[in-house]
T-cell receptor, first 114, second 114 residues
Framework: DTGVSQNPRHKITKRGQNVTFRCDPISEHNRLYWYRQTLGQGPEFLTYFQNEAQLEKSRLLSDRFSAERPKGSFSTLEIQRTEQGDSAMYLC????????????FGPGTRLLVL | AQSVTQLGSHVSVSEGALVLLRCNYSSSVPPYLFWYVQYPNQGLQLLLKYTTGATLVKGINGFEAEFKKSETSFHLTKPSAHMSDAAEYFCAVKSGGGADGLTFGKGTHLIIQP
């Protein structure tokens, strides 16, 4: 169990550019989550996958945001035409199925949009 | 809709003193409740959780929490604070209605005075 990993850990971009983040969940976990955390706030749920199916999307996930999990393993989160308000920590979490309710979080990707 | 309220954005205690971090939730269905800790520039680590069964839950690092349905509370306590407990603490509730994402409070920053 190597834990949830996220890459890159930090990203600085200019407004209007596209960015993509990657999350590798714990290997046997079939559920994967994306959250966004702004300074001084708790994480806010963005979206959730069970295997490769995206089952839930928050209204926070505007049409500039897209997430994929093509083979039910790693996931990517893309933000198109970034805005300064997108600056935040993007957290990924995974959990196993059934009654195992604990979500295990990765270290996050910190995005700064200039 | 689920919500979590954490009273006190900052709590300061002396080393060796009791730690009490407050969390109240709202949920239309029996909740699953979690406490996570976040150290600077890191992801979230689970301290403890309540799903079913015993309402007093023990977690890592000497923390415990009690689920009180009548008070809709899940306060986090530790009998004796240690300097290493200084961190950000988040209470979370699992969304109901089939949704799987966690709803977090805004967090409480715990400060330990020597």
């Amino acid at each position: 169990d190597t834990g949830v990993s996220q890459n890159p850990r930090h990203k600085i971009t200019k407004r209007g550019q596209n960015v993509t983040f990657r999350c590798d969940p714990i290997s046997e976990h079939n559920r994967l989550y994306w959250y966004r955390q702004t300074l001084g706030q708790g994480p806010e749920f963005l979206t959730y996958f069970q295997n490769e199916a995206q089952l839930e999307k928050s209204r926070l996930l505007s049409d500039r945001f897209s997430a994929e999990r093509p083979k039910g393993s790693f996931s990517t989160l893309e933000i198109q035409r970034t805005e300064q308000g997108d600056s935040a920590m993007y957290l990924c979490a995974s959990r196993g199925g059934g009654t195992q309710e604990t979500q295990y979080f990765g270290p996050g990707t910190r995005l700064l949009v200039l | 809709a689920q919500s979590v309220t954490q009273l006190g954005s900052h709590v300061s205690v002396s080393e060796g003193a009791l730690v009490l971090l407050r969390c109240n939730y709202s949920s239309s269905v029996p909740p699953y409740l979690f406490w996570y800790v976040q150290y600077p520039n890191q992801g979230l680590q689970l301290l403890l959780k309540y799903t079913t069964g015993a309402t007093l839950v023990k977690g890592i690092n000497g923390f415990e929490a009690e689920f009180k349905k009548s008070e809709t509370s899940f306060h986090l306590t530790k009998p004796s604070a240690h300097m290493s407990d200084a961190a950000e603490y988040f209470c979370a509730v699992k969304s109901g209605g089939g949704a799987d994402g966690l709803t977090f409070g805004k967090g409480t920053h715990l400060i330990i005075q020597p």
